[in-house]
Structure formats: structure tokens, C-alpha cells
């Protein structure tokens, strides 16, 4: 039986993105991710303005007046959201914790995916694959994968990208496009990465706190890796401390964002006390310009 906060939570992220949905992202989710290609449609008579480069000249021919072909647009896509529910997104020090964030963005993706009638999946994996609901369309099924992310119990703490990335290139044949939604606390995913990338269509969506980029001083304080278990003492009052930490933090995210570019993936960085709308709808517009 599912906690009626659990379900209380899913409603109220249905309720919202939605609605932003509607009134924003869907229109930039079908702008953005083109169908498969174009099936022909019918002939129609030529109007001006039309391109002449679709006359259909057999048709032109046999009647004597120019007719052109009218194609329409084979819209139905497959989207995967391939979900990492290691340990560390478990960790919050504003309004929500890591994974909180990261199923509100999958039902926002998913809701404008079935919008504009595609299809959605999704693979949930910590070191080892804990869940795959193979894409299906409709609002229930929507709803359905919300509740595997807010509430699925992983048996797995740590994370293997490369290992989620290898299955999904396994049990998913049809080309997708793919949100690999993660904190990246992980190693030895960028061949896989680029492997799969080969095929699909994949969109790297990092999810931070902003305790993993800076500290204010709060003086000796205790830290846990979630992963691990290991536990270290810092002095946050430390200006060297805080200095070296936000820097080596700013490193890593550039060495990401490096190492996405050299192998031509695309790239959002969503921070837990910022909205993600705004990042959302740069990487749609971006996206749609350069295709």
C-alpha cells in the first residue's frame, strides 16, 4: 500500500507540471524533438507559396494542372528516462532532496512527451538495474512511473552508469530519446555513454545541491558519503577550505561538461534551490536552433 503523503506528493507534481505543461513546454518538447521522419499524406492542387520542389508531376501531367504531394510528420517518439536512485540523491539542504527534484522533472518530460503522443519508459538503476517499465503512452502510465520514482526502495546504494547504459542499449532496439538523469558521482560511463549516444538520442540532466558546490561557515561539522558510508570531519569556518572545495567542485562540473561535448551530448545542469524551467527551456531552444 502506497503512503497517502506518497500519494498526496504525486498528485501535487501531476497538478503542476501539467500544468506548465500546457502553458509552456509543450509546444517546445514537440519544437524541439522531431519525429522519426515524413509519410506522404495526399495530393492536393498547388497553391501559391507552395514549394515546387513537392509538385507532383505525374498528377500535373494527367490533369493539366499542378498538383503537389503533402506530407505529415511520423510524430511517434519513444522517451526513456533513465533514472539514477543511488544513495546521494538522497540528500537535500533546501526546499527538496536530489531525487524529489528529479521525479518532479521526469513528469514534467513524461506529461510533454505523451502531449504530443510519444511514448515513455523508464529504466531505475543504482549500481545494478532496479526497475525497467518498458514505454507505453497515456496519463496512467505517466502517473504510474512518477510513483516508481518518488517511491521505489533501490536494493543498491552506490552507482554504475556505464552498467545502466549497457542494459538499456540491450532491452531498448527502437531509436530514443533519453533523459539520464543523475548526480554523476560515478566513474567509467563515457564509453558507454558514446556507444549508446551512437544510436539514441541522449540528453546528460546532472541534478546538484548546493552543498556540493559551496559552504557557508558553519563552523566543525560531520560529513557522510551516502555511498560509502565514509565519514569525514571539516571546518567550514575555513576560508581555505571553502575556497578549495567550491573550486574543485567547479572542476568537476567543467570536466563533465567537457567530456558530454567531445562525445556530442547534450548537456542540463539542474540545482535543487534554483527552478529547473529556466534551464529547460534554454537547452529546448538551444536544441531547436542548432536542428
Same mark, same amino acid.
Given at each position: 500500500?502506497?503512503?497517502?503523503?506518497?500519494?498526496?506528493?504525486?498528485?501535487?507534481?501531476?497538478?503542476?507540471?501539467?500544468?506548465?505543461?500546457?502553458?509552456?513546454?509543450?509546444?517546445?518538447?514537440?519544437?524541439?524533438?522531431?519525429?522519426?521522419?515524413? =509519410?506522404?499524406?495526399?495530393?492536393? !492542387?498547388?497553391?501559391? *507559396?507552395?514549394?515546387? @520542389? /513537392? %509538385?507532383?508531376?505525374?498528377?500535373?501531367? +494527367?490533369?493539366?494542372?499542378?498538383?503537389?504531394?503533402?506530407?505529415?510528420?511520423?510524430?511517434?517518439?519513444?522517451?526513456?528516462?533513465?533514472?539514477?536512485?543511488?544513495?546521494?540523491?538522497?540528500?537535500?539542504?533546501?526546499?527538496?532532496?536530489?531525487?524529489?527534484?528529479?521525479?518532479?522533472?521526469?513528469?514534467?518530460?513524461?506529461?510533454?512527451?505523451?502531449?504530443?503522443?510519444?511514448?515513455?519508459?523508464?529504466?531505475?538503476?543504482?549500481?545494478?538495474? =532496479?526497475?525497467?517499465?518498458?514505454? !507505453?503512452?497515456?496519463? *496512467?502510465?505517466?502517473? @504510474? /512511473? %512518477?510513483?516508481?520514482?518518488?517511491?521505489? +526502495?533501490?536494493?543498491?546504494?552506490?552507482?554504475?552508469?556505464?552498467?545502466?547504459?549497457?542494459?538499456?542499449?540491450?532491452?531498448?532496439?527502437?531509436?530514443?530519446?533519453?533523459?539520464?538523469?543523475?548526480?554523476?558521482?560515478?566513474?567509467?560511463?563515457?564509453?558507454?555513454?558514446?556507444?549508446?549516444?551512437?544510436?539514441?538520442?541522449?540528453?546528460?540532466?546532472?541534478?546538484?545541491?548546493?552543498?556540493?558546490?559551496?559552504?557557508?561557515?558553519?563552523?566543525?561539522?560531520?560529513?557522510?558519503?551516502?555511498?560509502?558510508?565514509?565519514?569525514?570531519?571539516?571546518?567550514?569556518?575555513?576560508?581555505?577550505?571553502?575556497?578549495?572545495?567550491?573550486?574543485?567542485?567547479?572542476?568537476?562540473?567543467?570536466?563533465?561538461?567537457?567530456?558530454?561535448?567531445?562525445?556530442?551530448?547534450?548537456?542540463?545542469?539542474?540545482?535543487?534551490?534554483?527552478?529547473?524551467?529556466?534551464?529547460?527551456?534554454?537547452?529546448?531552444?538551444?536544441?531547436?536552433?542548432?536542428?
Amino acid at each position: 500500500m502506497i503512503p497517502k503523503e506518497v500519494l498526496k506528493k504525486i498528485r501535487r507534481i501531476e497538478i503542476r507540471t501539467k500544468k506548465l505543461v500546457n502553458d509552456l513546454f509543450s509546444g517546445e518538447y514537440h519544437s524541439t524533438f522531431k519525429g522519426q521522419g515524413m =509519410e506522404f499524406e495526399e495530393v492536393r !492542387q498547388y497553391e501559391p *507559396g507552395d514549394d515546387i @520542389r /513537392l %509538385i507532383d508531376w505525374n498528377v500535373t501531367a +494527367r490533369t493539366g494542372y499542378p498538383h503537389i504531394k503533402k506530407f505529415k510528420e511520423e510524430r511517434e517518439l519513444s522517451v526513456v528516462l533513465l533514472v539514477d536512485a543511488s544513495s546521494s540523491g538522497q540528500f537535500g539542504t533546501r526546499k527538496q532532496f536530489k531525487s524529489e527534484t528529479a521525479a518532479e522533472l521526469c513528469a514534467l518530460l513524461a506529461f510533454s512527451a505523451i502531449k504530443n503522443n510519444d511514448k515513455v519508459g523508464l529504466i531505475i538503476f543504482t549500481d545494478s538495474i =532496479e526497475k525497467f517499465v518498458p514505454p !507505453q503512452k497515456g496519463r *496512467g502510465h505517466v502517473l @504510474r /512511473l %512518477i510513483r516508481e520514482i518518488l517511491y521505489f +526502495r533501490p536494493q543498491g546504494v552506490q552507482t554504475d552508469i556505464g552498467g545502466a547504459l549497457e542494459y538499456f542499449t540491450k532491452v531498448i532496439k527502437r531509436k530514443s530519446v533519453v533523459f539520464l538523469v543523475s548526480d554523476f558521482l560515478s566513474e567509467g560511463f563515457y564509453k558507454p555513454l558514446q556507444i549508446a549516444n551512437k544510436k539514441h538520442d541522449i540528453i546528460a540532466v546532472k541534478i546538484t545541491d548546493p552543498r556540493e558546490t559551496s559552504f557557508e561557515n558553519v563552523g566543525l561539522i560531520e560529513l557522510e558519503d551516502a555511498e560509502t558510508g565514509e565519514v569525514i570531519m571539516v571546518d567550514t569556518a575555513s576560508r581555505t577550505f571553502r575556497r578549495e572545495f567550491a573550486a574543485r567542485a567547479q572542476e568537476d562540473t567543467s570536466a563533465l561538461e567537457k567530456g558530454f561535448k567531445l562525445i556530442n551530448l547534450d548537456f542540463i545542469n539542474i540545482h535543487t534551490d534554483q527552478s529547473y524551467i529556466v534551464p529547460l527551456i534554454n537547452f529546448f531552444k538551444k536544441r531547436e536552433r542548432r536542428h
